[in-house]
C-alpha cells in the first residue's frame, strides 16, 4: 500500500493521481501545517503469524469466558435454592400459627375459662391509708388470695373441717331484691354459698381449691339465669366470707351442712 507522511507530525496521506503526478514537489500538512516534500512511500507487510502458536492458546480466552459463565450461573442458582427455602420456611410457619394456634400458647377459649371471678376471692384483710373505690380494694383482694392459693398447706383433718361448719352463724334479713326466689334458685344459690364459704373458712389442696372454683364459675351463669337478679352473687360470696347466712336460704344452707357432716363421718 503507497502512502505519503509527514516528517514533522508523522502524519499519513494516501496516495491519489494528482499526488502521484506531483512527486517530488512541496505539499503543506493539513495536520501540523508544515510543509514537506512529496515522497510515495510503501507500507511494510504484516508479518506471517509464528507457526509455534499452540491451539491451546488460541482457545484460552474462551476457556476462561465459558469458566466466568458458568461461575456466574452456580451463584445464581445457590441464590434462588436459598430463596426458596425462606419461602417454605414462611409457608410451613404461617400454617402452623393458623391452624396450629396450640403450639404458640394457650387459646384465647381456655385462658377465658380459668378467669377467676373477683367474687369467689377469699378475702384478705387490709389497711388503706387512704379510702379507695370498692373495685380497687377487690383487686387487691384478687391479688393477695392467688399468691394464697398457690401456698395452701395440706388438708385439715375431717374433724377439723366439720368443727369450721358447724359455727353458729346469724341469720340475715331476706334481700328486696331476693324476696319471692323459685325454689331452683334457692337451690342452686344454697350450693354457691357452701362452696363459697367452704372456699374462704376451710385450709385445702391447691388441686381441690381450683375444682371448687370451677364449680362456682359454672353455677354463676346458671344462677344469673334462673335468679335473673342483678348482684345477687356478689352478695351471696360475700355472706359467705362473712359466715352470714341469708335469711332467704338459710334453711337450704342448713341441709346441706348437715348433708356434708353426714357424709363425713360416714367416710370416717
Not at 373458712?201 to 344462677?223: G, H
Request: charged letters at 25%; aromatic letters at 4%.
Amino acid at each position: 500500500m503507497e502512502f505519503i507522511q509527514c516528517p514533522h507530525c508523522q502524519k499519513k496521506y494516501a496516495i491519489s493521481d494528482q499526488l502521484r503526478a506531483a512527486v517530488g514537489k512541496k505539499i503543506r500538512c493539513k495536520h501540523c501545517s508544515e510543509v514537506f516534500d512529496i515522497n510515495i512511500q510503501m507500507a511494510s507487510k504484516k508479518p506471517a503469524p509464528s507457526p509455534a502458536a499452540s491451539p491451546v492458546a488460541e482457545q484460552e480466552p474462551q476457556i476462561k469466558a465459558a469458566q466466568a459463565k458458568k461461575k456466574k450461573l452456580n451463584i445464581q442458582l445457590m441464590i434462588t435454592i436459598v430463596l426458596l427455602i425462606i419461602l417454605m420456611a414462611v409457608a410451613i410457619g404461617a400454617y402452623l400459627f393458623f391452624n396450629k394456634d396450640s403450639l404458640f400458647g394457650t387459646s384465647p377459649e381456655q385462658d377465658t375459662q380459668r378467669i377467676i371471678p373477683q367474687e369467689l376471692i377469699k378475702p384478705v384483710a387490709i389497711k388503706l391509708s387512704s379510702p379507695v373505690n370498692d373495685h380497687a380494694v377487690k383487686k387487691v383482694e384478687q391479688k393477695k388470695a392467688v399468691t394464697l392459693a398457690q401456698h395452701k398447706p395440706a388438708a385439715l383433718p375431717a374433724s377439723a373441717a366439720v368443727k369450721s361448719q358447724t359455727i353458729p352463724e346469724p341469720a340475715v334479713p331476706v334481700d328486696k331484691q331476693a324476696s319471692q326466689p323459685s325454689q331452683v334458685c334457692k337451690d342452686i344459690s344454697a350450693d354457691y354459698w357452701v362452696r363459697s364459704h367452704r372456699l374462704a373458712t376451710t385450709s385445702m389442696d391447691t388441686a381441690t381449691y381450683m375444682k371448687l372454683l370451677d364449680q362456682n364459675l359454672e353455677q354463676a351463669d346458671e344462677i344469673r339465669q334462673r335468679c335473673k337478679q342483678k348482684g345477687l352473687i356478689s352478695k351471696i360470696a360475700k355472706a359467705s366470707r362473712t359466715n352470714q347466712k341469708p335469711a332467704w336460704i338459710a334453711q337450704e344452707i342448713s341441709s346441706r351442712i348437715e348433708s356434708n357432716q353426714t357424709q363425713t363421718n360416714q367416710q370416717e
